[in-house]
């Protein structure tokens, strides 16, 4: 079975600065698909960017990209220019191909503070 | 934009009653899904469905849960007989058609039994 995990429960950046944040997953597959979602706390879950296993390229969302490393099975997240609306707790999730339902396995989560 | 919609946003309950939580969601999306989120823990999968049917469900979703789509639009999540570990987040969430892969999720009811 597939697991996501996110080691750092906690991050801080500081407003106009830049911040990674980590995840890994194990799989056996080689079809997928990589989400981060941010949950601000209105507990609305917001969807921030996605990876497809088969694309080298890192996805880019304006200040959000990914580093997308397939062999160590990481996928870590990059704010840049921080701003004080993305503090929020921000959850990695994997998506299997082979699966039909296609359901979310989600890591546990980074709390991410933005200091003025 | 389109949305997801999920009523009530908040449910007080009594253990052993019964709740129904109800979603509308994307219109035009095909796949259907119900999570839940207890306080300060990670999103977990509960159950899946596509064309009127259940296409996963999770360890959690067991003879107290089911869910229907009644209608065209509403999509919904009953718990038979609610426990106080039922308290929780539940979120609803919608994926389109075959090739699209991001699901968009409603603004969650939070389910409180007492």
């Known amino acids: 079975a597939q697991t996501v995990t996110q080691s750092q429960p906690e991050m801080s950046v500081q407003e106009a600065e830049t911040v990674t944040l980590s995840c890994t997953y194990d799989?056996?597959?080689?079809?997928?698909?990589l989400f981060w979602y941010k949950q601000p706390p209105s507990r609305q879950m917001i969807l921030v960017i996605r990876q497809e296993a088969y694309k080298q390229q890192n996805a880019t969302e304006n200040r959000f990209s990914v580093n997308f490393q397939k062999a160590a099975k990481s996928f870590s997240l990059k704010i840049s220019d921080s701003q004080l609306g993305d503090a929020a707790m921000y959850f990695c999730a994997y998506r299997s191909l082979y699966n039909q339902g296609g359901k979310l396995i989600f890591g546990q989560g980074t709390e991410l503070s933005v200091k003025p | 934009e389109p949305e997801v919609t999920q009523t009530p946003s908040h449910q007080v309950t009594q253990m052993g009653q019964e709740v129904i939580l109800r979603c509308v969601p994307i219109s035009n999306h095909l796949y259907f899904y119900w999570y839940r989120q207890i306080l300060g823990q990670k999103v977990e999968f509960l159950v899946s469905?596509?064309?009127?049917?259940?296409?996963?469900k999770s360890e959690i979703f067991d003879d107290q849960f089911s869910v229907e789509r009644p209608d065209g639009s509403n999509f919904t999540l009953k718990i038979r007989s609610t426990k106080l570990e039922d308290s929780a987040m539940y979120f609803c969430a919608s994926r389109g058609g075959r090739g699209r892969h991001e699901q968009y999720f409603g603004p969650g009811t939070r389910l409180t039994v007492t």
């Open positions: 469905f596509y064309n009127n049917e259940i296409s996963e």
């Open positions: 799989t056996s597959e080689s079809d997928y698909y």
